[in-house]
């Protein structure tokens, strides 16, 4: 593992949790998390197993959310999500609107509030029921369909 390690509490299906350091480029491998623990051990577990993955700037008792929705419009640019986990929990957040830079296993979120103890959240596929774009912040604005812009040259005239 690379020496730049991320605090992470690690939320399980069972309820149960973990906490310890993840590299943030390369922490699944294989379809497994690797984590190196609180005694320096490293634990590799299962996605399937995995309810999320907290990233968190001080390990705390609490490591889910305070606030799991937003309470206006957010302002930060790309998708605005709702996540519904298999045991009914809800969960929004925003995720970049870039395909190249989600992992395949799972999604990479920025929960509502920034300022609290969790900055982002892994969410693998496995553990979410649905996930629902309530909408797309930021993108650029098109002109609608039958307005003409006068500055484009027209190609093909007959």
């Known amino acids: 593992m690379p020496s730049t390690h991320k605090k992470v509490v690690v939320r399980k299906m069972d309820r149960d949790s973990l906490h310890g350091f993840v590299s943030p480029s390369n922490f699944i491998h294989e379809g497994k998390l690797e984590l190196l623990n609180t005694a320096g051990n490293v634990v590799t577990m299962e996605l399937r197993d995995i309810k999320g993955v907290y990233f968190v700037r ?3 008792e609490v490591e889910t959310p305070v606030r799991k929705t937003f309470t206006t419009r957010p302002r930060t640019e790309g998708l605005w999500v709702r996540l519904r986990f298999k045991d009914n929990e809800v969960l929004e957040g925003l995720m ?3 395909l190249t830079v989600m ?3 799972g999604y990479l979120i920025n929960p509502p509030d920034l300022r609290a103890n969790t900055q ?3 969410v693998p596929r496995t553990a979410l029921e649905s996930l629902k774009i309530l909408a797309v912040i930021g993108a650029a604005r098109r002109s609608p369909h039958g307005m003409d812009d006068g500055r484009q040259v027209s190609m093909f005239e007959q």
């Open 58 to 60: 001080e390990f705390s």
């Open 96 to 98: 970049p609107n870039d």
């Open 103 to 105: 992992p395949a296993e």
């Open 120 to 122: 982002r959240i892994f």
